[in-house]
């Protein structure tokens, strides 16, 4: 499982040009789940995306997580963040996961999101999504598990 966090002051994710999911400060995550992905692999990497030290503290240092400003987190299923570039001039997504178990960790994901942080939005798993972001620094960081 991919994710690419962004820290943004704020972020909107649309589809057939209706807001779905809309934050202020916190971050946009791009959910990517590969073939192999299991929902152990999905709580690993939920702990680390609401973990994850991206955010100034008093010093301006980065060294405080999404819960610890109380920020949201807005989640956007991104197929392509799993595709092999390695070859050629074409992606390859032998590795992504089927869509119907794309699906399922992705539902997965944001339930298990919504039970651990207060502030969860959501885009809609297969949809063609307009994202819009405002990117905080700019910070951004892949996370695997």
Do not use: W
């Not at 997965?108 to 939005?121: C, L, N």
């Amino acid at each position: 499982m991919k994710g690419l966090i962004q820290r943004v002051s704020e972020a909107s994710v649309k589809v057939d040009g209706s807001v779905v999911g809309q934050i202020d400060r916190g971050i946009l995550l791009l959910l990517g789940v590969e073939r192999d992905d299991t929902k152990q692999t999905a709580d690993r990497l939920l702990k680390k995306v609401l973990s994850y030290r991206i955010f100034d503290d008093e010093s301006g240092k980065m060294n405080l997580s999404l819960r610890d400003v109380d920020g949201a987190l807005l989640i956007v299923s991104q197929f392509t963040l799993v595709a092999d570039t390695q070859k050629g001039l074409r992606p390859g997504f032998s590795k992504g996961a089927s869509p119907e178990n794309g699906l399922l960790l992705y539902n997965y994901f944001t339930d298990q999101a919504q039970q651990s942080h207060r502030k969860i939005e959501r885009g809609v798993y297969g949809a063609d999504m307009n994202v819009s972001l405002v990117n905080d620094g700019p910070v951004t960081f892949m996370l695997e598990t």
